[in-house]
């Protein structure tokens, strides 16, 4: 390529805009595809404190009558 032929100039900045703008695509899949990860994370995380503090409210009921047995036997 020579320096000075602006034809050949401008179809290598028209090639670098071709890469950057496919790079630009790939970066923009990417995020996408890591927030839509991210928000089912949080979800799953939600849901197992949901039932962490189902379990741990069952098994103070579940000790609560224990106790209350121990008393009236």
């Not at 923009?28 to 990860?37: A, K, V």
């Not at 799953?44 to 036997?73: D, F, G, P, Y």
């Amino acid at each position: 390529m020579n320096p000075s032929d602006p034809v050949a100039q401008l179809q290598a900045l028209a090639e670098r805009f071709d890469r950057l703008a496919e790079q630009h695509r790939r970066v923009l899949e990417e995020n996408r595809s890591l927030r839509q990860g991210q928000e089912q994370l949080v979800a799953e995380r939600a849901a197992l404190l949901n039932k962490n503090e189902q379990a741990r409210s069952r098994v103070e009921a579940m000790i609560t009558r224990l106790k209350s047995l121990e008393h009236n036997a």
